[in-house]
């Protein structure tokens, strides 16, 4: 029911900024819960921000919180995560997803029915 397509990685300096953005296709998106995940090498995806489209409610994880920001532009039909402050444990492989319905926000992964390629994200020391 949609398709997502993320964009905005690269390699970026410890304490840099990126913005990666998520483009959606779909006729029902916006009525979706949104999330950004990432998956390090030898790591198992995990949770890192999410947005509920309809009720404009964020949660992020405890270790990006006060660092990422995640916020979407229905117009545009892009969801987006502001990272600042960025730390070398950052580094991973940056998904966009979206969950079916589902009211509110959603920070579980087996919630999401929609995935992205990925984006990578690199942060030197």
């Known amino acids: 029911q949609v398709r997502l397509a993320e964009s905005g990685g690269g390699l970026v300096q410890s304490g840099g900024s990126l913005r990666l953005s998520c483009a959606a296709s779909g006729r029902t998106y916006s009525t979706y819960p949104m999330g950004w995940f990432r998956q390090a090498p030898g790591k198992e995806r995990e949770f890192v921000a999410a947005i509920d489209w309809t009720g404009d409610s964020t949660r992020y994880a405890d270790s990006v919180k006060g660092r990422f920001t995640i916020s979407r532009d229905y117009a545009q039909n892009r969801v987006y995560l502001q990272m600042t402050s960025l730390k070398p444990e950052d580094t991973a492989l940056y998904y966009c997803?979206?969950?079916?319905?589902?009211?509110?926000?959603?920070?579980?992964?087996?919630?999401?029915?929609?995935w992205g390629q990925g984006t990578q994200v690199t942060v030197s020391s």
């Open positions: 997803a979206a969950a079916a319905g589902i009211r509110g926000v959603v920070i579980t992964r087996s919630a999401y029915d929609y």
